[in-house]
């Protein structure tokens, strides 16, 4: 895929209302206040984030990934200034420690810390945007949800 068509999906994503409930969508997941799309990656049409597929683990599929990533971020800093890191980790502990009825770590950012560690992210027109790299997956994120 292309950087323009990364950018498209995000821009489709910034027009679509929000589901009331949470599930899959045509490009991931969707749910209350976020769409999660799986721009480059193994995508399980039963789990949007399965992160193993026959060929997750060849070098050049990683390569690619990590070019598209770099050439889509130079992309949206070019669109919309330079974007914000942010750390998911801690997101990641927090949920790791504590029973799902303890904690309450909102949509998207719980699935998302189980997925990637980092975020660039950008606030536009009240919305957060955001790119994120995992081993198997390069993912674009639009929500209305804040960070935790």
Do not use: C, K
């Not at 997941?29 to 799309?37: C, K, L, R, T």
């Not at 060849?58 to 200034?81: I, S, V, Y």
């Not at 027109?125 to 790119?131: H, K, L, M, S």
């Amino acid at each position: 895929m292309t950087t323009a068509r990364h950018l498209e999906t995000i821009d489709l994503l910034r027009a679509r209302t929000f589901a009331t409930e949470p599930g899959p969508s045509d490009v991931g997941s969707e749910g209350p206040g976020f769409h999660i799309a799986v721009l480059v990656g193994y995508v399980d049409p039963g789990d949007p984030f399965a992160v193993a597929g026959p060929d997750a683990d060849l070098p050049a599929e990683a390569e690619q990934r990590r070019a598209e990533h770099g050439a889509l971020l130079d992309a949206l800093d070019h669109r919309w200034g330079d974007s914000s890191l942010f750390d998911l980790t801690g997101t990641q502990l927090r949920a790791a420690r504590t029973a799902p009825e303890e904690e309450d770590i909102p949509e998207p950012w719980l699935r998302l810390s189980a997925t990637v560690l980092w975020l660039h992210l950008w606030r536009v027109d009240g919305r957060w945007i955001g790119v994120g790299l995992s081993e198997f997956q390069l993912l674009a994120v639009v929500t209305a949800n804040d960070p935790p």
